[in-house]
């Protein structure tokens, strides 16, 4: 056994201490605020600091050449504000509020388009959800169904599969019927992307690309020069950040990195509920009479286009983008998909070929013998507690992420409450004067209602 020899730390090292402290510090620029990360939570968050104080110095900061080219660059871009949650609903409704403001009343198109959410059930998942859609309609909350027949008739699909054999192999559900949500719809992510990157400069932001984060940098608050600082009895802070151009210090350092935050919180001690899973979507070009008809149906929104469609079982779902004439197909998998960080994750072929084509096409026989003529994945950043982003802070140091899938739809809740949080307050106002507890999207103060409205 190998026997430590320990070494005497002299006592009048620290009397001297005591007496005239040697704090931590050095010359270069030390900014009040670094945001890790330039997707559009990092974004929305530096653009809310600078908003309530322009004379900060923030800095954020990204991997890659340009602002949301990660995840943000890879959601579908949808966004509904129909919830059982009230705590999902506020987050939702006012994010969806502003962007509505940012288009209408700012003049920066966002290409909105509120084409809504068509949700399919089947006689099992209708009778499950039934009584939530009652209580929302009682709160003042629209929605409008449809039975199978008129489903059939509007969309000219298949409902029922009492005599498809391999339907029933595959375990697939009726529609039994439709649930049309209004107030959803669809947003071009590079536009929303665009609007935050180009206030927070307005502002006085920086943002610096192309610069890699390798570690979050922890001192000491009172620096005693030993090798290996801080030790456990001493307190000690997040300072920065180490890159790969060099070392950047802060007074505040933000972390909204999506499903890369635990590479740099892992390392420091920092449990984030982060994980990350592969998303895929397929893009079908609306090249037959048939699928023209289906992507431009008018028959249930005056947006011009299908709304957002969720099958019964399993819930895959059609994006309709119009604007390059296509449907997207995907299918948010999860068991038995692995939690994995990829830093370039690449669409699945078979994943199409056996899973997404041979449920979608039963469904939607416009599609048969169909091809993606593209197709992309990105990471998903689960947050592993209940699904629901997380905003908060331990030494200097805030985290802000976890959407689940609903970053863009929060994008503008979840930076107005981390500004908040940075701010030190105990309440934000989310747009439209929504008063909104910091702690409950924290972890040691967690108030998050359960949403049973789940697609």
């Not at 322009?54 to 919830?83: E, H, M, Y």
Request: aromatic share 12%; hydrophobic share 40%.
């Amino acid at each position: 056994m190998t026997t430590i020899q320990p070494e005497k730390i002299s006592l009048n090292l620290f009397k001297f201490v005591v007496v005239i402290p040697i704090f931590r510090g050095n010359s270069m620029t030390e900014y009040d605020v670094l945001i890790v990360g330039a997707g559009i939570i990092g974004l929305s968050t530096g653009y809310h600091i600078k908003r309530r104080d322009p004379k900060l110095n923030v800095l954020i900061l990204d991997k890659l050449g340009a602002a949301g080219q990660g995840s943000t660059a890879k959601s579908v871009a949808a966004f509904r504000c129909l919830f059982y949650s009230r705590t999902n609903f506020a987050l939702a409704d006012s994010s969806a509020e502003f962007y509505k403001h940012v288009q209408n009343d700012l003049g920066f198109d966002l290409k909105l388009r509120w084409a809504g959410y068509l949700w399919f059930f089947d006689k099992d998942g209708y009778g499950k959800m039934r009584p939530v859609l009652e209580d929302l309609a009682r709160r003042g909350f629209q929605y409008k169904e449809f039975d199978e027949d008129e489903i059939a008739k509007k969309l000219d699909i298949c409902t029922d599969f009492a005599d498809d054999e391999e339907a029933k192999l595959m375990s697939l559900g009726d529609i039994y019927r439709g649930i049309l949500i209004p107030k959803a719809g669809l947003l071009d992510v590079d536009s929303l992307v665009k609007f935050y990157e180009s206030e927070f400069l307005k502002l006085g932001g920086k943002i610096q690309y192309n610069t890699a984060v390798t570690r979050v940098i922890v001192e000491p608050r009172i620096a005693l020069g030993m090798p290996g600082e801080p030790y456990f009895w001493q307190e000690a802070d997040v300072v920065g950040v180490e890159t790969n151009s060099g070392s950047l210090r802060a007074k505040k350092t933000i972390i909204a990195t999506g499903a890369w935050a635990s590479q740099l919180l892992d390392p420091i001690g920092i449990e984030c509920f982060i994980k990350a899973k592969k998303r895929q979507v397929f893009s079908i070009k609306a090249n037959t009479e048939a699928l023209k008809n289906l992507l431009f149906t008018k028959e249930f929104t005056n947006a011009g286009c299908l709304p957002f469609t969720i099958l019964p079982k399993p819930s895959a779902y059609i994006r309709p983008a119009p604007e390059e004439n296509a449907l997207w197909l995907s299918y948010a998998d999860d068991f038995p998909r692995a939690f994995k960080i990829e830093d370039d994750p690449q669409p699945e072929e078979n994943y199409y070929r056996y899973g997404l084509y041979q449920v979608v096409s039963k469904y939607f026989p416009q599609f048969a013998g169909c091809q993606p003529f593209s197709a992309f994945a990105g990471l998903y950043e689960m947050n592993t507690i209940d699904g629901q982003p997380l905003v908060f802070e331990e030494n200097d140091l805030i985290v802000a992420g976890g959407a689940s899938g609903s970053g863009i739809l929060k994008a503008d809740s979840v930076g107005r409450i981390a500004a908040s949080l940075y701010n030190g307050e105990e309440y934000t106002m989310l747009y439209g004067d929504r008063k909104f507890k910091v702690s409950d999207l924290g972890i040691k103060n967690r108030s998050i209602e359960p949403e049973r409205l789940v697609i």
